[in-house]
């Protein structure tokens, strides 16, 4: 229990009347003051007409002001003066932002502010001061605020109690969804896409219709957010739905764009549309620093073009460019796609926060609708019950009008007497003595008798209204029908801006689309030195072709920046090498065993492109050997990857890529001995030791080819002509696989290798 100390009497000292109480439950208690001041009065929108507390006195402030459609423009300093001194007793600063907010277009998806002069721009520019800039009201403002007048809501005192303002905008405007709303509140948050509103109607509809109906169901009319900067929604529908269910979830937002072309095979992409919220300016930045810091090698330039419409054009590096590649690089990079959150977390009618789905916000709107429909007709049915009382008066002066002059010239107080003469009420008899004389003109019986027969034709009509639910539901229909024809998708402000269709798979983006693709010219030395050389150069070239004294070329051959480079080592690894991160030839280049872990000892048996789909044959010098696709022996580390289980005293000898039309396999040994058998009874693997290819009393495998039969069997002559021989009838050496064979056609090498 906290002590109070009371103050002495007649004393003024504030320490005084100091309270002793414990400092946490002073502090909680404190503290939960301000919470619910943050959340009820400043961050969470009304789920009746969408807006915070200072967005309403805004509005509230222009219709004092009749800052209407049709109107002049007024000093936003005016407005803002007006807002801070009679309504919002907070800073000019923070209420001139939310009337900026309220008059971008790219901000709000149907503005409430109609601004002239510096609002600010997309590039993320700051508006004008207030003192130059002007504003007014938009017709979707003045939708939201129809009905103040008509007895609808309840007003409030201001803050000092010389005026009054209403608690809520009583308009059907459905400003909560089309709109949207975001803000941060103590322990809570609210994050709200704009939507569009003919979708909103149609969905407010069904629920009309189907009070009873699935959150899935709206899905057939809301189609997703519409945000003012348009873009491209990407989620599946069942994650949409999922979101709109529940009330919480996300958006994936994408730029939209073209392929613009050129010429002669040139193309740029134009981006038009970017996702909400995102500031083109420094998008433009991100994108031109990645540009500079060359993290997407195949990105050359970005440059804005933009006038009133976005125009943002990005160049490739070359023309062999994927434009899907570069755009998927630049989505997941860049702010060209973003997510957008939804927390649709609102302060209901008993002002409290809750987060709804959207069927959920839809029927509690629905329900404030119906409850402005129903004080709208019973004020209306007031005014009418006032007018046919005045209307009965007149009609017994009317048929008593002599009378009734002779009563007022003769009579002292001549009220009380008609009263008693005529039966009237004060009210009739004061309207009655109110009465210009050129009033009595007009009071004729027809024109009398036929306003109040009309009135009571009304009268009966909203009589019906109050007493009927059916009825309620039908006029708001009637009422949503006529407003959907102001917004509907065939309006320039009714049509549907963000395009909803579902992304294809987000695809694993190949590391060589990331490279830019030049042809390079691979060359490796005897002690393992490897460079690459820009463009393709002639492999004979000596001048090109330089080495070290004593060292010479083992492998060179033509390739792009994109390939990847395989390595194959005599212990049965295989190692890989990216193209691009090879040194450059200007140089002897550098020793290979630097880029990968070869151990010393361990001789290279060949160097080659990876080809895609390619296969290639692997044999060992003790005569075993299989076939392996070059896509299964790519190694992503240093160590490489065991391909070929190589038996002890045995080596890695021959790697050869398979021609795709070679149906045969030719193999001689070191006893020169020669096999012919066909390829298929070469096994493919992805790793093993493989199988006999030719059977050996002494010694090894000396060389292994593939070739076409239909073609022959060639090998070179040797000698500086270049000359090969073909040897056409293989019949004596075609044999099954594992067999001896017999000895080589006259004139075969005496190396036992086919060159």
């Known amino acids: 229990m906290a002590d109070v100390i009371d103050p002495p009497a007649g004393s003024d000292d504030p320490f005084d009347s100091i309270v002793d109480a414990p400092f946490d439950a002073a502090l909680s208690e404190r503290y939960l003051v301000y919470a619910l001041s943050t959340i009820t009065a400043r961050s969470l929108p009304d789920l009746r007409d969408g807006l915070k507390p200072v967005h309403r006195r805004l509005l509230w402030a222009m219709r004092q002001l009749k800052l209407d459609p049709t109107g002049g423009y007024k000093k936003s300093a005016r407005v803002v003066g007006d807002v801070i001194g009679k309504y919002h007793p907070h800073g000019d600063a923070s209420v001139y932002d939310a009337m900026v907010r309220l008059a971008q277009s790219f901000s709000l998806r149907y503005p409430l502010v109609d601004g002239q002069g510096n609002f600010g721009n997309i590039d993320g520019d700051n508006a004008a001061a207030y003192r130059y800039t002007e504003a007014r009201m938009t017709p979707a403002a003045i939708e939201l605020m129809a009905g103040l007048d008509d007895g609808t809501v309840d007003y409030r005192p201001t803050y000092n109690g010389e005026d009054e303002e209403p608690e809520i905008?009583?308009?059907?405007?459905?400003?909560?969804?089309?709109?949207?709303?975001?803000?941060?509140?103590?322990?809570?948050?609210?994050?709200?896409?704009?939507?569009?509103?003919?979708?909103?109607?149609?969905?407010?509809?069904?629920?009309?219709?189907?009070?009873?109906?699935?959150?899935?169901?709206?899905?057939?009319?809301?189609?997703?957010?519409?945000?003012?900067?348009?873009?491209?929604?990407?989620?599946?529908?069942?994650?949409?739905?999922?979101?709109?269910?529940?009330?919480?979830g996300s958006f994936r937002v994408r730029a939209r764009w073209s392929v613009e072309d050129l010429g002669r095979g040139t193309w740029v992409i134009v981006v038009t549309e970017i996702p909400y919220q995102v500031q083109k300016g420094k998008l433009i930045e991100a994108i031109a620093q990645i540009v500079n810091d060359k993290k997407l090698p195949i990105l050359a330039d970005v440059r804005d073009e933009s006038a009133e419409e976005i125009r943002l054009v990005i160049e490739p590096r070359s023309r062999t460019v994927d434009p899907d590649v570069l755009m998927e690089s630049l989505f997941r990079m860049t702010d060209l796609e973003n997510k957008f959150p939804l927390n649709l977390n609102v302060l209901g009618a008993d002002r409290t926060p809750r987060v709804m789905g959207l069927k959920?916000?839809?029927?509690?709107?629905?329900?404030?609708?119906?409850?402005?429909?129903?004080?709208?007709?019973?004020h209306r049915l007031g005014k009418i019950d006032d007018r046919l009382e005045l209307l009965d008066g007149y009609l017994i002066a009317y048929l008593n009008l002599d009378r009734v002059i002779?009563?007022?010239?003769?009579?002292?107080?001549?009220?009380?007497?008609?009263?008693?003469?005529?039966?009237?009420?004060?009210?009739?008899?004061?309207?009655?003595?109110?009465?210009?004389?050129?009033?009595?003109?007009?009071?004729?019986?027809?024109?009398?008798?036929?306003?109040?027969?009309?009135?009571?034709?009304?009268?009966?009509?909203?009589?019906?209204?109050?007493?009927s639910p059916a009825k309620q539901k039908t006029r708001l229909k009637k009422d949503l029908a006529a407003l959907r024809t102001r917004y509907?998708?065939?309006?320039?402000?009714?049509?549907?801006?963000?395009?909803?269709?579902?992304?294809?798979?987000?695809?694993?983006?190949?590391?060589?689309?990331?490279?830019?693709?030049?042809?390079?010219?691979?060359?490796?030395?005897?002690?393992?030195?490897?460079?690459?050389?820009?463009?393709?150069?002639?492999?004979?070239?000596?001048?090109?072709?330089?080495?070290?004294?004593?060292?010479?070329?083992?492998?060179?051959?033509?390739?792009?920046?994109?390939?990847?480079?395989?390595?194959?080592?005599?212990?049965?690894?295989?190692?890989?090498?990216?193209?691009?991160?090879?040194?450059?030839?200007?140089?002897?280049?550098?020793?290979?065993?630097?880029?990968?872990?070869?151990?010393?000892?361990?001789?290279?048996v060949n160097l080659l492109p990876a080809r895609a789909d390619e296969r290639i044959l692997l044999a060992a010098n003790d005569g075993k050997g299989f076939v392996v696709k070059s896509s299964e022996i790519i190694a992503e580390t240093r160590k490489g990857r065991q391909v070929v289980n190589v038996r002890a005293g045995a080596k890695l000898s021959v790697v050869r890529p398979i021609r795709a039309d070679h149906d045969y396999v030719a193999?001689?040994?070191?006893?020169?001995?020669?096999?012919?058998?066909?390829?298929?009874?070469?096994?493919?693997?992805?790793?093993?030791?493989?199988?006999?290819?030719?059977?050996?009393?002494?010694?090894?495998?000396?060389?292994?080819?593939?070739?076409?039969?239909?073609?022959?069997l060639s090998w070179a002559m040797g000698g500086e002509t270049g000359r090969t021989r073909t040897e056409s009838d293989l019949t004596p050496w075609r044999v099954a696989r594992g067999a001896a064979g017999r000895m080589p056609p006259l004139g075969f090498p005496r190396d036992n290798t086919f060159g």
């Not at 959920?360 to 019973?378: G, M, T, Y």
């Not at 690459?532 to 920046?561: C, I, P």
């Not at 200007?586 to 020793?591: D, I, K, L, Q, T």
């Not at 093993?688 to 090894?700: N, P, S």
Request: charged share 25%; proline share 6%; with cysteine.
């Open 169 to 248: 905008f009583p308009g059907l405007f459905p400003n909560l969804l089309a709109n949207g709303a975001s803000g941060i509140a103590v322990g809570m948050a609210t994050s709200i896409p704009p939507q569009n509103v003919a979708e909103i109607i149609d969905a407010a509809v069904h629920v009309i219709d189907k009070p009873n109906c699935e959150p899935f169901e709206l899905m057939e009319f809301v189609k997703g957010p519409d945000f003012p900067t348009g873009g491209q929604l990407v989620d599946s529908p069942a994650a949409i739905a999922e979101a709109y269910a529940t009330g919480r």
């Open 406 to 467: 002779e009563i007022i010239r003769t009579e002292d107080e001549p009220k009380p007497v008609m009263m008693a003469e005529f039966g009237l009420i004060d009210r009739q008899a004061e309207a009655i003595l109110n009465m210009r004389l050129r009033s009595l003109r007009r009071l004729e019986e027809m024109e009398l008798k036929g306003e109040r027969d009309k009135l009571m034709a009304e009268r009966e009509g909203l009589v019906a209204l109050l007493e």
């Open 667 to 712: 193999a001689v040994g070191d006893n020169r001995k020669l096999v012919v058998f066909p390829l298929n009874e070469l096994p493919e693997m992805g790793r093993g030791q493989g199988v006999t290819i030719q059977k050996y009393k002494d010694g090894g495998l000396s060389d292994v080819v593939t070739f076409k039969l239909e073609e022959g």
């Open 488 to 604: 509907g998708p065939e309006t320039p402000i009714g049509r549907r801006r963000t395009l909803v269709e579902e992304a294809a798979q987000a695809r694993e983006i190949p590391l060589e689309a990331m490279i830019e693709r030049e042809p390079i010219t691979v060359i490796m030395s005897q002690r393992g030195w490897v460079r690459a050389m820009k463009g393709h150069v002639a492999l004979d070239a000596a001048d090109a072709l330089k080495f070290k004294e004593g060292d010479g070329a083992a492998f060179a051959f033509h390739a792009q920046t994109t390939d990847k480079i395989l390595l194959a080592a005599e212990d049965g690894r295989f190692f890989t090498l990216g193209a691009d991160k090879l040194p450059g030839g200007r140089g002897f280049g550098e020793p290979v065993r630097l880029m990968i872990d070869l151990p010393d000892g361990v001789g290279i």
């Open 360 to 378: 959920a916000v839809l029927v509690a709107w629905l329900d404030h609708q119906i409850e402005v429909l129903i004080r709208r007709s019973q």
